[in-house]
């Protein structure tokens, strides 16, 4: 007779304890952050740190990514100020890249004229992934 009182006391538990515990996956789970390597570049057609010479107003230089090209490629900005008064020049600005090497191009460069000229480059994927800024300085020395 005991056992016919406690039976469905033990079943409802037993299937509220079930229930309870049961995984709940709604498709929700956001996959894993993918780890990408550290960003590093290099600049080819400029010194890096040094002056350089511009023949004309406008002066094309390469950009290569030296690390593992990100997925979704690189975003490549600009800070291009005369120095030393530290006055902006706008620049045009640099489609992002999934190539591992491409072009940027400084345009509007005055006549004996000096630019600081500095590069960031970050993850498109990874705001996070921030490569270490380069800087060169360039001037138009527009021959006579």
Same mark, same amino acid.
């Given at each position: 007779?005991?056992? &016919?009182?406690?039976?469905?006391?033990?079943?409802?538990?037993?299937?509220v #304890?079930?229930f #309870?515990?049961?995984?709940?996956? &709604?498709?929700?789970?956001?996959?894993?952050?993918?780890?990408?390597?550290a960003l590093?570049?290099?600049?080819?057609?400029?010194?890096?740190?040094a002056?350089?010479? #511009?023949?004309?107003?406008?002066?094309?230089? @390469?950009? &290569? +990514?030296?690390?593992?090209?990100?997925?979704?490629?690189?975003?490549?900005?600009?800070?291009?100020?005369?120095?030393? #008064?530290?006055?902006?020049?706008?620049?045009?600005? +640099?489609?992002?890249?999934?190539?591992?090497?491409?072009?940027?191009?400084?345009?509007?460069?005055?006549e004996?004229?000096?630019y600081?000229?500095?590069?960031?480059?970050?993850?498109?994927?990874n705001?996070?992934?921030v490569?270490?800024? @380069?800087?060169?300085?360039?001037?138009?020395?527009?021959p006579?």
């Amino acid at each position: 007779m005991v056992l &016919k009182t406690y039976l469905p006391a033990v079943v409802l538990l037993s299937a509220v #304890a079930f229930f #309870a515990c049961k995984k709940k996956n &709604k498709g929700t789970d956001t996959p894993p952050v993918v780890q990408e390597e550290a960003l590093k570049f290099s600049l080819s057609g400029v010194e890096e740190g040094a002056y350089n010479q #511009a023949l004309d107003s406008s002066f094309t230089f @390469k950009v &290569k +990514v030296d690390s593992k090209m990100p997925e979704k490629g690189v975003i490549t900005s600009l800070n291009v100020v005369s120095d030393p #008064a530290g006055i902006g020049q706008d620049q045009d600005a +640099v489609a992002n890249s999934t190539s591992a090497t491409y072009d940027v191009t400084l345009k509007h460069l005055k006549e004996l004229k000096t630019y600081k000229v500095t590069i960031n480059l970050t993850s498109a994927g990874n705001s996070g992934n921030v490569a270490t800024p @380069k800087i060169f300085y360039i001037t138009n020395k527009k021959p006579l």
